[in-house]
């Protein structure tokens, strides 16, 4: 089993439409989540980032943290066009400041 | 944040040869970090590069292949050796936020090998 799961989709859905995006996780020890988006030829810009769990809301991006389900997610309300990339989530235990990714999720939203 | 650059942006080079890519960050820091994209692939950490100290690689990735150079506080090389086609990949440098555990990652290196 990998440390980190996250459907590669590809995921396609209409202008204003909720996305949910999900990663699962095995190890207990990860503490911080994060959520990266990467557009075609970019490097990942760090989008959400969340200590333990609970909720984040920033804008029309909302990250949620179930750790006891070991379950990360974003929620993109109103979603645009300019949402169109691969979102990768990430997580860490901090000691080590070491990032494990998940594959990342290419959504397209059509205008 | 701070500001990422990556030399060369893509390359293509020959099997056998070496490439060296350059990581340029406009402030101080004190962890730089290289890591693989492959198509399909989850984003690997190759190594972490502190100033003054040799890398740190991870399970699967050798000096040998991967020698890294850490001059400063503002500066990182990756050479890839003795390259092959399984080498073809995006090579991306990040850099630590300040003690924090979120990262920030340049744009990334398009590596082709023939």
């Known amino acids: 089993q990998k440390e980190v799961e996250q459907d590669p989709g590809p995921l396609s859905v209409p202008e204003g439409a909720i996305v949910s995006l999900n990663c699962t996780y095995s190890?207990?020890?990860?503490?911080?989540f994060m959520w990266y988006r990467q557009y075609s030829r970019k490097g990942p810009e760090l989008l959400m980032y969340?200590?333990?769990?609970g909720n984040k809301e920033d804008g029309r991006f909302t990250a949620q943290v179930d750790k006891s389900s070991k379950y990360i997610s974003l929620f993109i309300r109103d979603s645009q066009p300019s949402d169109s990339a691969t979102y990768l989530c990430a997580m860490s235990g901090g000691s080590n400041y070491k990032l494990t990714f998940g594959k990342g999720t290419l959504l397209t939203v059509n205008p | 944040s701070a500001v990422i650059s990556q030399k060369p942006s893509r390359d293509i080079c020959q099997r056998g040869t070496s490439l060296t890519i350059q990581c340029q960050v406009d402030?101080?820091?004190?962890?730089m970090f290289w890591y693989r994209q492959q198509p399909g692939q989850s984003l690997t950490l190759i190594a972490t590069a502190n100033q003054g100290s040799e890398a740190t690689y991870e399970s699967g990735f050798v000096i040998d292949k991967f020698p890294i150079s850490r001059p400063n506080l503002t500066f990182s090389t990756l050479t890839v050796s003795n390259l092959s086609p399984e080498d073809s990949s995006i090579y991306l440098c990040s850099v630590d936020a300040g003690g924090r555990v979120e990262q920030f990652f340049g744009p990334g290196t398009r590596l082709t090998v023939l």
């Open positions: 969340t200590y333990s769990s």
């Open positions: 190890n207990s020890a990860f503490q911080y």
């Open positions: 402030s101080q820091v004190t962890m």
